[in-house]
């Protein structure tokens, strides 16, 4: 079975942009958050405008997966852990989902670089 990625939002606009060193990592074992598909969103809307910023978030809409209620208090206490390193509250529950569902935290974020359960890429 292949290994399962939670895909940040730093990961899925790399893959957007076609980075290579993240072309491996596509597959059907891929998941992220509602709430990094909405800083997709803004990113491309700030940048591209609506109608690519609402492509790109119906196209990864098929990714997203629940997030319980058990990984909110988990993801506030690893954000205030690492609140020096200004995590953001999307990624900092994105690595909550993803340590407890098995998944390795596929980012690029250099605040994840070393963590355990992380798939840092540039």
Known sequence: MAIGY??????????????KNYSK????NCCTSILNLYELHFSILKRYGKEEANFYFNRYLILKVDIAEEDIPLGSEFKLRHKKD????????????ADRRGLKFLT?????NGLPNVEFVK
């Open 108 to 112: 690029g974020d250099k605040e994840f």
């Open 86 to 97: 200004n995590v953001s509250y999307a990624d900092a529950l994105g690595y909550i989902i």
């Open 6 to 19: 939670f895909l940040d939002t730093y990961a899925i606009i790399e893959i957007i942009n076609g980075n």
């Open 25 to 28: 990592y596509i597959n059907d």
